[in-house]
Nanobody, 126 residues
Protein backbone atom coordinates (compact mmCIF):
# COMPACT_ATOMS: atom_id res chain seq x y z
CA UNK A 1 0.00 0.00 0.00
CA UNK A 2 1.38 3.39 -1.01
CA UNK A 3 1.07 6.15 1.55
CA UNK A 4 2.11 9.79 1.43
CA UNK A 5 2.16 11.96 4.54
CA UNK A 6 2.74 15.71 4.27
CA UNK A 7 4.03 17.98 7.00
CA UNK A 8 5.49 21.45 7.40
CA UNK A 9 2.51 23.64 6.65
CA UNK A 10 1.53 26.58 8.80
CA UNK A 11 1.02 30.32 9.00
CA UNK A 12 3.70 32.52 7.47
CA UNK A 13 3.91 36.22 6.68
CA UNK A 14 4.10 37.44 3.08
CA UNK A 15 7.68 37.21 1.84
CA UNK A 16 8.46 34.38 4.23
CA UNK A 17 9.49 30.80 3.59
CA UNK A 18 8.28 27.31 4.40
CA UNK A 19 9.50 23.84 3.56
CA UNK A 20 6.95 21.11 3.08
CA UNK A 21 7.87 17.46 3.47
CA UNK A 22 6.17 14.35 2.15
CA UNK A 23 7.18 11.00 3.59
CA UNK A 24 6.44 8.19 1.14
CA UNK A 25 6.03 4.51 1.94
CA UNK A 26 5.20 1.61 -0.34
CA UNK A 27 6.83 3.29 -3.36
CA UNK A 28 10.38 4.46 -4.00
CA UNK A 29 10.57 8.18 -4.80
CA UNK A 30 13.78 7.65 -6.76
CA UNK A 31 12.01 5.51 -9.37
CA UNK A 32 8.65 7.27 -9.49
CA UNK A 33 7.31 10.65 -10.49
CA UNK A 34 6.47 12.81 -7.48
CA UNK A 35 4.83 16.19 -7.28
CA UNK A 36 2.90 18.88 -5.45
CA UNK A 37 -0.52 20.34 -6.13
CA UNK A 38 -2.53 22.87 -4.16
CA UNK A 39 -6.17 23.70 -3.69
CA UNK A 40 -7.40 27.03 -2.43
CA UNK A 41 -10.83 27.36 -0.88
CA UNK A 42 -13.51 27.32 -3.57
CA UNK A 43 -11.05 26.56 -6.35
CA UNK A 44 -9.93 23.50 -8.24
CA UNK A 45 -6.74 21.64 -7.44
CA UNK A 46 -3.86 23.08 -9.42
CA UNK A 47 -0.39 21.95 -10.39
CA UNK A 48 2.55 23.40 -8.46
CA UNK A 49 5.66 21.32 -9.24
CA UNK A 50 6.73 17.83 -10.18
CA UNK A 51 9.93 15.81 -10.37
CA UNK A 52 10.28 12.96 -12.80
CA UNK A 53 12.05 9.77 -11.88
CA UNK A 54 14.97 10.88 -14.07
CA UNK A 55 15.34 14.06 -12.00
CA UNK A 56 13.76 16.53 -14.42
CA UNK A 57 11.64 19.16 -12.66
CA UNK A 58 8.72 21.24 -13.83
CA UNK A 59 6.99 24.18 -12.18
CA UNK A 60 3.87 26.20 -12.70
CA UNK A 61 4.53 29.70 -13.98
CA UNK A 62 3.16 31.19 -10.76
CA UNK A 63 5.83 29.57 -8.57
CA UNK A 64 8.80 29.28 -10.92
CA UNK A 65 11.83 30.89 -9.32
CA UNK A 66 10.22 30.86 -5.87
CA UNK A 67 9.66 27.15 -5.18
CA UNK A 68 12.07 24.24 -5.41
CA UNK A 69 11.07 20.59 -5.48
CA UNK A 70 13.58 18.05 -4.27
CA UNK A 71 13.81 14.56 -2.86
CA UNK A 72 15.92 12.65 -0.37
CA UNK A 73 16.30 9.14 -1.68
CA UNK A 74 17.70 7.85 1.59
CA UNK A 75 14.66 9.06 3.52
CA UNK A 76 12.27 8.35 0.64
CA UNK A 77 10.91 11.86 1.16
CA UNK A 78 9.82 14.63 -1.16
CA UNK A 79 10.25 18.32 -0.31
CA UNK A 80 8.90 21.64 -1.50
CA UNK A 81 10.93 24.67 -0.50
CA UNK A 82 8.73 27.75 -0.81
CA UNK A 83 10.29 31.20 -0.73
CA UNK A 84 8.93 34.73 -1.20
CA UNK A 85 5.46 33.54 -0.32
CA UNK A 86 2.42 35.54 -1.39
CA UNK A 87 -1.09 35.62 0.15
CA UNK A 88 -2.46 34.06 -3.03
CA UNK A 89 -0.42 30.94 -2.29
CA UNK A 90 -2.71 30.17 0.64
CA UNK A 91 -4.09 26.68 0.03
CA UNK A 92 -3.97 23.07 1.08
CA UNK A 93 -0.85 21.55 -0.45
CA UNK A 94 -0.92 17.90 -1.51
CA UNK A 95 1.93 15.63 -2.48
CA UNK A 96 1.31 12.97 -5.04
CA UNK A 97 2.99 10.19 -6.94
CA UNK A 98 2.66 8.12 -10.08
CA UNK A 99 4.66 5.37 -11.71
CA UNK A 100 5.39 4.96 -15.40
CA UNK A 101 6.61 7.54 -17.88
CA UNK A 102 3.94 10.15 -18.51
CA UNK A 103 4.89 13.17 -20.58
CA UNK A 104 5.72 16.48 -18.96
CA UNK A 105 2.36 17.76 -20.15
CA UNK A 106 0.41 14.99 -18.45
CA UNK A 107 2.41 15.42 -15.25
CA UNK A 108 0.67 18.79 -14.85
CA UNK A 109 -2.75 17.08 -14.59
CA UNK A 110 -4.00 15.78 -11.26
CA UNK A 111 -5.69 12.85 -13.00
CA UNK A 112 -2.27 11.48 -14.00
CA UNK A 113 -1.37 10.67 -10.40
CA UNK A 114 -2.60 7.62 -8.53
CA UNK A 115 -1.68 8.25 -4.90
CA UNK A 116 -2.20 11.38 -2.79
CA UNK A 117 -1.43 12.58 0.68
CA UNK A 118 -4.01 14.09 3.00
CA UNK A 119 -2.71 17.63 2.48
CA UNK A 120 -1.17 20.30 4.67
CA UNK A 121 -2.51 23.81 5.09
CA UNK A 122 -0.34 26.76 4.12
CA UNK A 123 -1.62 30.21 5.07
CA UNK A 124 0.22 33.31 3.95
CA UNK A 125 -1.05 36.31 5.86
CA UNK A 126 0.15 39.26 7.89
Amino acid sequence: QVQLVESGGGLVQPGGSLRLSCAVSGRTVRTSNVGWFRQASGKEREFVATRRSNGATYYSDSVKGRFTISRDDGKNTLYLQMNSLKPEYTAIYYCTSTAGNPTSTYLRYASTYDYWGQGTQVTVSS
